[in-house]
């Protein structure tokens, strides 16, 4: 089972984020009060089953002070029961990681950093509103190795307005010189209400370009190929063996909770998310209420879901779990990836089915054809 | 004889005809509170949501004053510019008609078209001023609106408020008091006329009647005169919350006849009854043939549901004679039918209608009005669909439909009003100054301009301070010329219009601007051009769609993202395969809808 702790703090608003943060450090204590009791309230919703993975997620958990995630992992250790090669992960910001951090985290059990580093050029970090510089990057990145993190993964974006493909291959090549075993790759994009698609609005930024974004894409897969890594999940890749235990979960359908404001947490049956509004969060939580929004899921949901996840995965999706949704779900799976196949998007491999490299560009396209409304 | 007092109210939209009526019925105890559903009188759903009352009804009450029992009809009075002639007909058999003004609002467009219609045939009007109570109301400016418009005194007016019930006996009061009592002679051979009628599935068609002269008793043999058909009375009576029947009903009465016919289009409004036996001589002035005005196709989004959208236009036509169809063959569409409608509205109703009452979704192609074309050896078609109209080298001369429009609103937008009309090449015929700050504009314009994107804008520019109503004139020669539209130089018949020629540039670039708009993305380019004959006038390119793929797609997004996706997939759902490019249902009446 899965644990994904929330800390919706930023040191300062990156231009393209839309997640649930504040940049605002007052509250700190109180917030993490809040998260851990509001683990001791949740303990019961994986039914006892042990975690295999921990996820710090945010915001900007590497934000925390030492004090808070120690009293945070405390309270998982006191409530749950983690197995012991579990995978527990940290997100965090090149700026943020001092070697007395990194060692510090080191010590409380995080044994696998996932690191924004995003891009190596101060152009795009400065279009992006980052924090660090390139030189912050290389510096957390090899302090990061030094301090004894073995399994590290990197963020990268692509598709940014004020980059080229030329600089986008030496964003890639520099990501590989440092012995990484998992990369993460995204296009950027420009979601409604941020400061970027502002920006981009009063023409301070040029639009995204669709064939710049999809080319940069093409590339990625090309080089992650020739590179001997594994494509396996549409915006990322691992050396063999190296998949990331804890998001290949949500892919695969198995449970999860999720503990802080927004956070979403999912038991097979339902889905259920936390209010995406701190005050709110801390004051229900504070009176013993969980406020979460549920949502139970039906057969055709399900399947939806599976449809969604799996197809996005190199695992794709498999006729005999679609047929254990219900002989009509096959039928129409079947009918509908037909055409799929012919336009040359998914490839069917035996029982299973897979998004060819054409057919990611359009993985969502695929996946709301499959949907059953 | 002498306590009966027919009546109608004229009121626009919103101005709060059905709460008064419900009120009076409440009063009157026609009806009881307990039963009371707002708006009595509105029993289709659609028309309740909308506050529109499509067709037209009746019901009778009674009303004690000094001692004496008083009969009363009040005839409901369609409240649409589309239905000016059943209004015609409302008020044709009356002697009596309330005009409701909202006290905010002040007189409307149709208000005093409608008045107009009731001065011209003699009614008595009872002015009325509502929502008196309500903090925006001005009843001074609105008091000085209607007696310039009547030259009434001032005293005459009456304040009420539907919501509250105030006013409501003194308005009851009123009509005995200032309404004549129905003239005619029982002993003359029978003249009614229909005002109204109404399709029910056991009964059939159920018509409703105000007698002039004569008597009609149960058993009788009539003449329809208009259709000549002759039928048995097999039921009259009087309407009152239920049909009440009776042996007879007879001069100054207002009641029904069922006569057994099982289709609407046998029974047209504004018809004359007469005895087969002994007709009168002279039949109600006032009967028109109403023609729609208004075609567009309407067609299945599935063809396998061709048969299933037959039925449903067929069971709407009961209840609805203005509507017409025939099937007609699209080749971008398939299998569907030309329906006529009296106008925009009707159009935008029947089409709801179909959604709601028959779970029909449909494709709805680009609206065009009716016209005439003489060919070149003499022949005069009537033109319904662009394909209708003869070859270049065949034809002579086009006719098209004009209107008289009328606009009310505040003086500081008349400019705009003005360029808007001059725009649908409208002639200004006449402005009014109904008080300082209301003016009536009168235009003479193209009705096929007002297909085309009139009603938007016209409210947009007036902020909604505007109120239009329109009644048709004449047919007129005009230069019109067929656009077609090209999807990846596929033309798409569906999309194709008549225009006039001096707009077809200018609206072939629009059309094209706005189907690159509403058309989605494919996974190659697709061009969009307008023509006339072979000649391209306009073109746009979609560019190719080359990627549709979420970055991120983490446990927090899964719920959001399958939403998305799902969404995405019952949109699809509702397009349809023209060629290789996928056309949303909502794209042929949306692609004359401009922005600006």
């Given at each position: 089972m899965g644990l994904y702790i929330h800390i919706p703090f930023c040191k300062q608003a990156c231009h393209y984020c839309n997640f649930h943060f504040t940049t605002s450090d007052r509250y700190q204590e109180q917030m993490v009060g809040a998260i851990v009791k509001e683990l001791?309230?949740?303990?019961?919703?994986?039914?006892?089953?042990?975690?295999?993975?921990?996820?710090?997620?945010?915001?900007?958990?590497?934000?925390?002070?030492?004090?808070?995630?120690?009293?945070?992992?405390?309270?998982?250790?006191?409530?749950?029961?983690?197995?012991?090669?579990?995978?527990?992960?940290?997100?965090?910001?090149?700026?943020?990681?001092?070697?007395?951090?990194?060692?510090?985290?080191?010590?409380?059990?995080?044994?696998?950093?996932?690191?924004?580093?995003?891009?190596?050029?101060?152009?795009?970090?400065?279009l992006m509103n980052r924090a660090h510089t390139r030189e912050e990057a290389i510096l957390s990145l090899?302090?990061?190795?030094?301090?004894?993190?073995?399994?590290?993964?990197?963020?990268?974006?692509?598709?940014?307005?004020?980059?080229?493909?030329?600089?986008?291959?030496?964003?890639?090549?520099?990501?590989?010189?440092?012995?990484?075993?998992?990369?993460?790759?995204?296009?950027?994009?420009?979601?409604?209400?941020?400061?970027?698609?502002?920006?981009?609005?009063?023409?301070?930024?040029?639009?995204?370009?669709?064939?710049?974004?999809?080319?940069?894409?093409?590339?990625?897969?090309?080089?992650?190929?020739?590179?001997?890594?594994?494509?396996?999940?549409?915006?990322?890749?691992?050396?063999?063996?190296?998949?990331?235990?804890?998001?290949?979960?949500?892919?695969?359908?198995?449970?999860?909770?999720?503990?802080?404001?927004?956070?979403?947490?999912?038991?097979?049956?339902?889905?259920?998310?936390?209010?995406a509004n701190n005050q709110t969060y801390m004051k229900e939580i504070e009176k013993g209420c969980v406020p979460a929004e549920k949502e139970f899921l039906d057969v055709v949901t399900r399947y939806n879901e599976y449809v969604m996840t799996g197809l996005r995965t190199k695992w794709g999706c498999s006729l005999g779990h679609i047929r254990a949704y219900g002989a009509g779900f096959e039928t129409f799976f079947r009918k509908e990836m037909r055409a799929k196949i012919q336009e040359g998007l998914v490839v069917e491999n035996g029982t299973t089915y897979t998004l060819t490299q054409k057919g990611k560009h359009f993985a969502d396209k695929v996946a709301s054809d499959l949907m059953m409304v | 004889?002498?306590?009966?007092?027919?009546?109608?109210?004229?009121?626009?939209?919103?101005?709060?005809?059905?709460?008064?009526?419900?009120?009076?019925?409440?009063?009157?105890?026609?009806?009881?509170?307990?039963?009371?559903?707002?708006?009595?009188?509105?029993?289709?759903?659609?028309?309740?949501?909308?506050?529109?009352?499509?067709?037209?009804?009746?019901?009778?009450?009674?009303?004690?004053?000094?001692?004496?029992?008083?009969?009363?009809?009040?005839?409901?009075?369609?409240?649409?510019?589309?239905?000016?002639?059943?209004?015609?007909?409302?008020?044709?058999?009356?002697?009596?008609?309330?005009?409701?003004?909202?006290?905010?609002?002040?007189?409307?467009?149709?208000?005093?078209?409608?008045?107009?219609?009731?001065?011209?045939?003699?009614?008595?009007?009872?002015?009325?001023?509502?929502?008196?109570?309500?903090?925006?109301?001005?009843?001074?400016?609105?008091?000085?609106?209607?007696?310039?418009?009547?030259?009434?005194?001032?005293?005459?007016?009456?304040?009420?408020?539907?919501?509250?019930?105030?006013?409501?006996?003194?308005?009851?009061?009123?009509?005995?008091?200032?309404?004549?009592?129905?003239?005619?002679?029982?002993?003359?051979?029978?003249?009614?006329?229909?005002?109204?009628?109404?399709?029910?599935?056991?009964?059939?068609?159920?018509?409703?009647?105000?007698?002039?002269?004569?008597?009609?008793?149960?058993?009788?043999r009539v003449r329809f005169v208009n259709t000549g058909k002759d039928y048995v009375a097999e039921e009259i009576g009087f309407l009152k919350m239920d049909l009440v029947p009776q042996s007879m009903i007879s001069a100054g009465d207002v009641g029904y006849v069922i006569t057994g016919v099982k289709e609407s289009k046998e029974i047209k409004v504004g018809d004359t009854i007469t005895l087969s036996e002994n007709p009168c001589s002279e039949v109600v002035k006032g009967f028109e043939d109403v023609k729609p005005m208004v075609f567009a196709g309407i067609y299945p989004i599935e063809n396998e549901h061709f048969e299933d959208l037959r039925d449903s236009l067929e069971k709407l036509q009961l209840n609805d004679a203005s509507l017409t169809f025939e099937p007609e063959t699209s080749m971008a569409l398939g299998f569907g039918f030309r329906c006529g409608f009296l106008g925009m509205l009707h159009l935008e109703i029947i089409q709801e209608r179909l959604s709601r009452e028959f779970d029909q979704e449909v494709i709805t192609t680009v609206p065009n009005v009716s016209y005439f074309a003489y060919t070149t050896n003499g022949d005069k078609i009537d033109v319904h669909t662009p394909n209708d109209l003869p070859e270049p080298t065949k034809l002579d001369k086009v006719e098209e439909p004009y209107i008289r429009a009328a606009i009310i609103t505040k003086p500081e937008y008349i400019g705009k009003i003005l360029n808007l009309c001059i725009e649908k090449r409208g002639v200004m015929k006449n402005q009014n100054y109904l008080s300082t700050s209301r003016v009536e504009l009168l235009f003479e314009m193209p009705l096929g301009e007002i297909v085309f994107d009139f009603y938007d804008r016209l409210?947009?520019?007036?902020?909604?301070?505007?109120?239009?109503?329109?009644?048709?004139?004449?047919?007129?020669?005009?230069?019109?010329?067929?656009?077609?539209?090209?999807?990846?130089?596929?033309?798409?018949?569906?999309?194709?219009?008549?225009?006039?020629?001096?707009?077809?540039?200018?609206?072939?670039?629009?059309?094209?601007?706005?189907?690159?708009?509403?058309?989605?993305?494919?996974?190659?380019?697709?061009?969009?051009?307008?023509?006339?004959?072979?000649?391209?006038?306009?073109?746009e390119t979609i560019s190719a769609l080359r990627k549709d793929v979420t970055a991120k797609c983490y446990g927090g997004d899964i719920s959001r993202k399958r939403k998305l996706l799902e969404k995405q997939k019952k949109g699809k759902k509702k397009m349809r395969q023209i060629g290789n490019v996928d056309v949303p249902q909502k794209t042929f009446l949306q692609v004359l809808k401009f922005d600006d």
């Open positions: 001791y309230l949740q303990k019961d919703y994986l039914e006892g089953r042990s975690l295999e993975s921990i996820y710090f997620g945010g915001g900007t958990p590497s934000v925390l002070s030492e004090k808070y995630l120690a009293d945070i992992m405390e309270a998982i250790y006191q409530w749950f029961t983690v197995e012991k090669d579990a995978e527990i992960t940290l997100e965090a910001n090149p700026d943020d990681l001092t070697e007395e951090k990194l060692r510090f985290l080191k010590d409380t059990g995080i044994n696998r950093l996932s690191i924004g580093v995003q891009s190596f050029r101060a152009e795009d970090l400065s090899d302090r990061a190795f030094e301090v004894g993190f073995q399994d590290i993964s990197l963020d990268l974006i692509y598709g940014i307005p004020t980059s080229t493909d030329a600089h986008w291959l030496e964003n890639m090549e520099m990501a590989l010189r440092f012995p990484i075993h998992h990369l993460s790759a995204y296009a950027l994009t420009i979601e409604p209400k941020t400061a970027l698609a502002h920006f981009i609005r009063q023409g301070k930024y040029p639009p995204v370009d669709e064939a710049m974004a999809t080319r940069q894409f093409e590339m990625l897969m090309d080089f992650a190929q020739a590179k001997g890594w594994e494509h396996y999940e549409i915006s990322n890749f691992a050396l063999a063996g190296k998949i990331a235990r804890h998001n290949t979960a949500y892919w695969q359908g198995k449970a999860y909770l999720g503990i802080g404001p927004s956070a979403h947490s999912f038991n097979i049956q339902s889905r259920q998310w936390n209010i | 004889m002498e306590n009966i007092r027919n009546f109608c109210i004229i009121a626009h939209i919103d101005h709060g005809k059905s709460t008064l009526a419900d009120r009076m019925l409440e009063t009157t105890s026609t009806i009881g509170a307990r039963d009371m559903q707002d708006q009595a009188l509105d029993n289709m759903d659609l028309e309740r949501e909308r506050g529109i009352t499509i067709k037209s009804h009746a019901i009778q009450m009674t009303h004690q004053k000094d001692g004496q029992t008083y009969v009363f009809n009040l005839i409901d009075t369609p409240g649409h510019v589309d239905f000016s002639y059943e209004v015609s007909r409302s008020i044709g058999a009356c002697e009596g008609a309330l005009l409701l003004v909202d006290a905010a609002q002040g007189i409307q467009a149709q208000t005093i078209s409608n008045l107009y219609l009731a001065i011209e045939q003699d009614l008595e009007i009872i002015p009325i001023i509502n929502k008196v109570d309500m903090p925006s109301a001005q009843v001074e400016d609105v008091t000085d609106q209607i007696v310039d418009l009547l030259g009434c005194d001032p005293s005459d007016i009456l304040l009420a408020s539907g919501k509250t019930g105030l006013g409501v006996p003194e308005i009851l009061d009123a009509v005995v008091d200032r309404i004549p009592e129905p003239e005619g002679d029982p002993n003359e051979p029978l003249q009614a006329m229909i005002f109204d009628s109404v399709f029910n599935p056991y009964r059939g068609v159920i018509a409703y009647v105000r007698i002039f002269n004569g008597t009609l008793k149960k058993g009788d409210k947009s520019i007036s902020r909604g301070y505007a109120s239009f109503d329109y009644h048709m004139i004449d047919f007129r020669a005009s230069d019109l010329v067929k656009m077609d539209i090209l999807l990846n130089s596929e033309p798409v018949d569906a999309l194709s219009a008549l225009v006039h020629r001096s707009k077809a540039d200018y609206l072939g670039r629009k059309i094209c601007k706005r189907l690159k708009e509403l058309l989605p993305r494919k996974q190659f380019a697709i061009a969009i051009q307008a023509s006339i004959g072979a000649k391209i006038i306009a073109r």
